[in-house]
């Protein structure tokens, strides 16, 4: 993916949504994406497939899926890639699936929209994937209706239809979000898991920097639909370089120690109208200088970041315990 | 499931049988009248008075009372019209219900059709042209009240277009086994008059049950799953909008079957329960009153029975017991 | 934190009729089962489990917002349930609700200076004028503008709601706050700040605590002491820092496997136990322990007998037949 943008006209002016995100996912990999709601990063990955149906949106850019240019696609050619080579998991399983079919009817939709199995071994390819995801007694449960499951047991059944047409790429937007802890460690172990029996590449989109820790091979940070950082996600988790990504680390509480406070990012996320013209965190950045006013560019090879503060000073600010996470 | 079908028509049952003991109450219990002379009707003789007591057992306790009137009324079906002397009730409204029947199943055969289509036709061309104007057909439908429309029509065909309508038949009614043909065309203008309002209704009712659908999540899944749009408003939007307009179907057909598709009978000279009804309280004539009321409450209960028992083939949700 | 017992429930047990699936079947569904915990002055306890294993009911069973059906609970040494409505209201502003989602537990047609009044005004705190006063200053302690009062909810953020939400819980100086997953709903960097307005809070206004959460991390940062509770029950109770470092029930040491770790070096290594299954129906609870079908030490025992909650040690309190730094650890211990 090169320089995607994203903005959709509205009556109070042009919000920005997504600003020239760049992204590689190599075969069998697991990419990041972490930012807050509304810093763009779920507006990228669905106009990247076409889902994005506003008529007051603009997607510029340039997403190169397997060799072929695919932003922009008529919907058409779009379809047989949705569904089929790439395939998508949602943030709340309990609103992802349509109340009235059974979970195997709509999972041998899918794979018969892009197959030519008959029913009869699209059914049972449904009974093997529902077993696969851990849902026991498939045979039986293929014919339950969602709302017979519990939330964990419905993502697993977005992930078994996600995966029924043994997609390449995997995009999985706040997929434990709306799940208790246990429920996110069981999934997170079976995405892992998949990722090595069916070789797909996973893009995570999550605002949780552990669940980045627990499964990302590499990671993109967002910031007011800008990417800020991205890098190894040993090393952005490590030797973070943005303050933004230094605010969200120190965010999470942990369970080894117990500080009085947490490290907090003053403010809240600003509305995408006002994103200033120069780097976007600033009005919330302990370190904003003047050289803020203008925008930094994201630099570096491998590990990248886009902020004026020189090494030194980072060094300087990160040894006073400052930012430390 | 089929427990569900078996609760659903035992609770009908109860309803029914709460209707009858209140209309009967209200008729024949209220304090302070002789319900001997609410039967037997204005300017009974004494005698008649006396038979309507003894037949209605009017001496005896209330519970007894209302068996013997239930009895008349379903079993013997002899309860008699006091104010056209000798005229059973029950045939009345054997002979009303048919007419009553024809146009109201014939009409929402062609409301359903029309706004299912309508409404779908709209959805899919949301933010073109053509949705706001059957958006706007809709309101005019809804608001054109049926008599003027009845009216209208039959001055239309009858009298200054008539050479062009010269196939069409004046209005009355003839029944569906003396002649199916001239039962349709008989029926044709009061199906289309009555169904003119309901299919607005019900293509706006739909239409934006759709497009509350299709911003649902689970369209958006539908979408990542690389189904057509087509498929998606056919298939997933549609089954789950079709939910409210059933609900609004049951009421609807209910109340029409049960005598509020009066004004169509009328304008058309359809001598259907609407007619019966409209006649007998014009003539104070208790006994069809009652048989009326009891019969409209009837078809309401039953057509929610079906209902609910059509939603919970619609939607699995609604099997689990509430 | 004192000794002094500001809310005690004893055996607090709440059940709920659910329709079977046959004709008129009932089952109960036994959502709490017989929960004694003390809340002493000034700490915040923390309870903690999965989605459905009854925090929330116990919650509003405590401040009395649910009838008990058995169990009492007593709060200053008043036993508040079995008492009417009537006299129930003056112990109400002592216990103020915080609720998870903003979004939904405002009300959006209602501005929000309003909905802070709201309880103000019920329990005639005073004149319009102070109570406008009033509202205007809890605004400013939960660090809003004052100037906002006559916006309307939708105009905030989830974060700014949730402030609202505990100024509204603030309003007639409680003593006790209930908050019912107050962070859940938020994205973390937000709920950093919420917890951390929450600590400042409690140091400034000698606030007790009843902190509910399904992530043990957040509990673990806010509360003295956590119970984990599982289908209805406390299996586990202890001071936060000596569960963290030595869980005794399988389950707590489950879900605090389960918590994601950055792996920067700052944490303790878990294995991780990812536990199989969903919390069981609670209207068919397994006989025995309750943890039994997702335990991996379930003995014969375990399937037999419902383990009481004893305090093993002073302070904490297990109920497990088998507790694990006792008897799986004891190799460890001793090396």
Known sequence: MRDLSVSFATRQGVVRAVDGLSLDVAAREVVGIVGESGSGKSVAMYSMLGLVRDANATISGSVVFEGREILGLPDKEMQPLRGGQIGMIFQDPMTALTPVFSVGWQIVE??????????????????????????????????????????????????????????????????????????????????????????????????????????????????????????????????????????????????GERSERLATIPGNVMSPLEVPEGCAFAPRCEYAMAQCAQRPALTGTGHQHACWLGEEQRVAIRSDGKGAP | MFSFVLRRLASAVLVMFSISVMVFLIFFATPGVNPAARIAGRSASPQVLAQVSAEFGLNRPLPVRYGLMMWHLFFKQDLTSYVNIGVKVIPQITGAAPVTLSLVLGAAVIWLVVGVLGGLVAAANRGRWIDPLIMFGGIAAVSIPVFWLGQVVGLLTQTKFHSVFRWLPGSGYVSFTQSPGQWALHLLLPWLTLATLYAGVYARVLRAELVNAMNEDYVRTARAKGLSERRILMRHALRCSLISVVSLFGLDFGSLVGGAALLTEVVFGLPGIGMLTDTSLQNLDLPVIMACVMYGAFFIVAASAVVDVLYAVLDPRVRVVK | ?????????????????????????????????????????????????????????????????????????????????????????????????????????????????????????????????????????????????????????????????????????????????????????????????????????????????????????????????????????????????VLYDEPLHPYTEALLSAVPQLNDGTEVERERIVLSGDVPDPAERPLGCPFHPRCAYATDECRSEDPALVEIRPRRFVACHHPLALTHNIGKDTA
């Open chain 3, 1 to 241: 934190m004192s000794d002094e017992v500001l809310l005690r429930a004893t055996d607090v047990v709440k059940s709920f009729q659910v329709r079977g699936g046959k004709v008129g079947s009932k089952k109960t569904a036994t959502a709490v089962n017989g929960v004694s915990v003390d809340i002493l002055r000034g700490e915040t306890l923390g309870i903690v489990g999965e989605s459905g294993c009854g925090k929330s009911t116990l919650a509003r069973c405590l401040v009395q917002l649910l009838p008990v059906t058995s169990g009492s609970v007593e709060f200053r040494g008043t036993t508040l349930t079995g008492l009417s409505r009537r006299q129930l209201r003056p112990f109400r502003h002592e216990m103020q609700l915080v609720f998870q989602d903003p979004y939904a537990s405002l009300n959006p047609r209602r501005t929000v200076g309003d909905i802070v009044a709201d309880p103000l005004r019920i329990n005639r705190f005073g004149t319009s004028a102070q109570i406008d006063a009033r509202v205007r200053e809890l605004f400013v302690t939960v660090g809003l503008d004052p100037s906002y009062v006559q916006r309307y909810p939708h105009e905030f953020s989830g974060g700014q709601r949730q402030r609202i939400g505990i100024a509204r819980s603030l309003g007639l100086n409680p003593s006790l706050v209930v908050a019912d997953e107050p962070v859940s709903a938020l994205d973390v960097s937000v709920q950093a700040q919420v917890l951390n307005l929450m600590a400042d809070l409690q140091d400034e206004l000698k606030l007790t605590y009843l902190f509910i959460a399904h992530d043990l991390g957040v509990v673990r940062h806010v509360s003295d002491r956590v119970g984990v509770m599982y289908l209805g029950q406390l299996v586990e109770l202890a001071d936060a820092d």
């Open chain 1, 110 to 255: 899918q794979i018969r929209q892009h197959t030519d199995m008959t029913k009869g071994q699209a059914k049972a390819r449904a009974i093997e994937l529902l077993a696969e995801v851990g849902i026991p007694d498939a045979r039986r449960r293929v014919d339950s209706f969602p709302h017979e499951f519990s939330g964990g047991m419905r993502q697993r059944v977005v992930i078994a239809m996600a995966l029924s047409c043994n997609p390449r790429l995997l995009i999985a937007d706040e997929p434990t979000t709306a799940l208790d802890v246990t429920t996110q460690a069981q999934i997170l172990e079976l995405m892992g898991r998949l990722r090595d029996t069916h070789g797909s590449s996973i893009v995570i989109i999550t605002h949780d920097m552990g669940v980045i820790a627990e499964m990302a091979d590499r990671v993109t940070v967002m910031y007011a639909g800008r990417p800020v950082e991205s890098g190894p996600e040993v090393d952005v988790v490590r030797a973070p370089r943005h303050p933004y990504t230094w605010g969200l680390l120190g965010a999470v509480p942990r369970l």
